[in-house]
Nanobody, 118 residues
Framework: QVQLVESGGGLVQPWGSLRLSCAAS????????GYWYRQAPGKERELAASVTSVGDTNYADSVKGRFTISRDNANNTIYLQMNSLKPEDTAVYSCRLLLGWPYLGDYWGQGTQVTVSS
């Protein structure tokens, strides 16, 4: 079993920056895909960003050019760097990892709140 713990959320002013971290309790060297999702109040969950095992990234149009997803195998962590934040980025952000052997499985973190407000 693998636990994921997100951190880095909080309250930030518009145009500010935050970096979210998703730390895994086991090695992510065999990670197939890592994701950051977000869910705003009253809205459905949406995929914000993803990174594959070979480093290919993909972003929702709403965050493209402002968010950057990355992985750090040495620290078993994936990150989401968020710049130029807008009030509409306010949401609970959750990470998800699809891991290969020996920790084969689909793992989710508990989520971290990001609030963008002046």
């Amino acid at each position: 079993q693998v636990q994921l713990v997100e951190s880095g959320g909080g309250l930030v002013q518009p145009w500010g920056s935050l970096r979210l971290s998703c730390a895994a309790s086991r090695s992510i060297s065999n990670m197939r895909v890592g994701y950051w999702y977000r869910q705003a109040p009253g809205k459905e969950r949406e995929l914000a960003a993803s990174v594959t095992s070979v480093g290919d990234t993909n972003y929702a149009d709403s965050v493209k050019g402002r968010f950057t997803i990355s992985r750090d195998n040495a620290n078993n962590t994936i990150y989401l760097q968020m710049n130029s934040l807008k009030p509409e980025d306010t949401a609970v952000y959750s990470c998800r990892l699809l891991l290969g052997w020996p920790y084969l499985g689909d793992y989710w973190g508990q989520g971290t709140q990001v609030t963008v407000s002046s």
